[in-house]
């Protein structure tokens, strides 16, 4: 068993029909980068670029952030990199910045509403993105996106990194896809109107459903809530997909979800177009996704979405599994 799901690190993923999926890795670190590939990743569909501002004793500036994107990219030998901005606040602690203390951290100063806030802070960050484009395929993503007018804001501090590089006769890309993750309830409601704009969401999971159900993230005391089988989440994530499909855009998934083998009919029965997950369980779902039919996979989603429970969800997709 375990020598032949390693044989699956080397081929791409492909379902038994024939449809070839887009599997790539969530990294912290550039270096993790190295592991990614190893173990079979399409690129990288979620850089989680906090975690530079965390390790730094102070703000990382322009050129390190630069060398950091750029470095994900060289060891991802050329695939696409999508960075996603800071996403500070929530649990995650920023001693130089003198982030507020809140009452309800999940609910407040976080992610892209600080970029708003600072926008210094923002427009150093894409410019590095800008930068590494020149030499790579990046894609940007902007976090914790709540509504349209936050989207808007942040795609003008991007004209502003790119005019100012413009002027400065620094190169990138002027195609580089720019998107949203999708993890606040209210823009997977409205991600028809998202659609026209943005080049692609990224679905997190991990935050959509705490914020879908009321129920932190972080809380054993109400974990047997946190569930993205339930079906109001199923839902949103159908919405999305449907609405990005619409408008010829794509969707992608970086929550945990994306890597949990009992989801993966659901989720390509959807339509989803890129997985992306912790490097180690790319060859899992490689394996999952080869013994799938689309078709088949297609009409489990309808039947799913029709349940009314995330037990009866769960039991349907383990009763899906148990015959496939
Ligand atoms: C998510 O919310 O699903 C996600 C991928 O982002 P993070 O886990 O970093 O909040
Ligand atoms: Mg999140």
């Known amino acids: 068993r375990q020598k032949s799901l390693e044989a699956y690190a080397a081929q791409p993923a492909v379902t038994a029909d024939g449809t070839r999926v887009e599997l790539a890795a969530n990294i912290g670190a550039a270096a993790e980068a190295e592991a990614a590939l190893r173990l079979g990743a399409d690129g990288v569909g979620l850089f989680r670029t906090e975690f530079l501002f965390m390790h730094a004793k102070e703000l990382p500036g322009e050129q390190e952030q630069y060398r950091a994107y750029l470095e994900a990219a060289q060891l991802m030998d050329g695939r ?19 982030l507020p203390k809140e009452a309800n951290p999940f609910l407040g100063y976080r992610a892209i509403r600080i ?3 600072r926008p210094e802070l923002l427009k150093t960050q894409l410019r590095a993105v800008l930068r590494a484009s020149a030499f790579s395929t990046m894609k940007v993503m902007f976090p914790m996106i709540s509504g349209l007018d936050e ?7 991007l004209a ?3 005019l100012e590089l413009e002027q400065e006769g620094v190169d990138f890309d002027r195609n580089m896809e720019v998107g949203i993750m999708v993890e606040i309830p209210s823009t997977a409601v409205m991600a028809g109107l998202f659609a026209q704009e943005v080049d692609f969401f990224s679905i997190g999971t991990n ?3 705490q914020y879908t159900l009321a129920v932190d993230r972080m809380n054993e005391h109400v974990a047997y809530l946190y569930d993205y089988f339930h079906p109001a989440v199923l839902h949103l994530i159908r919405n999305v997909i449907e609405a990005s499909h619409h408008a010829g855009k794509w969707t992608g998934m970086c929550g945990g979800m994306a890597g949990d083998p009992l989801a993966a009919p659901l989720l390509l029965g959807l339509g989803l177009d890129e997985w992306s997950m912790e490097a180690g369980r790319l060859s899992r779902t490689k394996e999952t996704l080869s013994r799938l039919d689309r078709g088949a996979c297609r009409r489990l ?3 799913v979405l029709r349940l009314d429970t995330p037990a009866a969800v769960r039991q349907a997709l383990k009763d899906f599994a148990a015959v496939e």
């Open 301 to 303: 989603a309808e039947d």
């Open 151 to 157: 989207w808007r804001q942040a795609k003008a501090i």
């Open 80 to 98: 696409p990199v999508i960075i996603r901005t800071m996403d500070i606040g929530g649990d995650k602690e920023l001693p130089y910045l003198e």
């Open 115 to 117: 970029g708003l806030s």
């Open 207 to 209: 935050d959509l459903v």
């Open 160 to 162: 502003k990194a790119r």
